[in-house]
């Protein structure tokens, strides 16, 4: 499966930003998916994860109320919906694929990325204050 991520980009705090995260080569059907993020200086650390399967979808702390994680299974895409932008959401995010099981262990623990079987480029996103 290959990721393709568009959507990152520079926004004033308070701003809102789209990612979008294009499957090739395999269907993202059955599989567990996430986003993840890496800032400067930082371990990657999962944001959301969503389950294929049954829909089930969890959130870090921080995300809580203002990202949405979604699937479009026509367009074989993901998307983080990110509302309420803060300075502190600064950081390259990364949208991620495997036969993980997304849980609240997954968004609360560090170390999940290496779970993951499939990874996207990467995309900047810059919130200014």
């Known amino acids: 499966v290959q990721l393709v991520e568009s959507g990152g980009g520079l926004v004033h705090a308070g701003g809102s930003l789209r990612l979008s995260c294009a499957a090739s080569?395999?269907?993202?059907?059955?599989?567990?998916i996430a986003w993840f993020r890496q800032a400067p200086g930082e371990e990657r650390v999962a944001i959301s994860c969503?389950?294929?399967?049954?829909?089930?979808?969890y959130y870090r702390e921080s995300a809580k109320g203002r990202f949405a994680i979604s699937v479009d299974k026509a367009k074989n895409t993901m998307y983080l919906q990110m509302d309420s932008l803060k300075p502190e959401d600064t950081a390259v995010y990364y949208c991620?694929?495997?036969?993980?099981?997304?849980?609240?262990?997954?968004?609360?623990?560090?170390?999940?990325?290496?779970?993951?079987?499939?990874w996207g480029q990467g995309a900047q996103v810059t919130v200014s204050s």
């Open positions: 991620a694929v495997g036969a993980v099981h997304c849980s609240e262990t997954v968004v609360s623990t560090p170390k999940w990325d290496a779970w993951y079987e499939y």
């Open positions: 969503h389950a294929t399967s049954d829909g089930s979808t």
């Open positions: 080569g395999g269907s993202l059907a059955g599989y567990g």
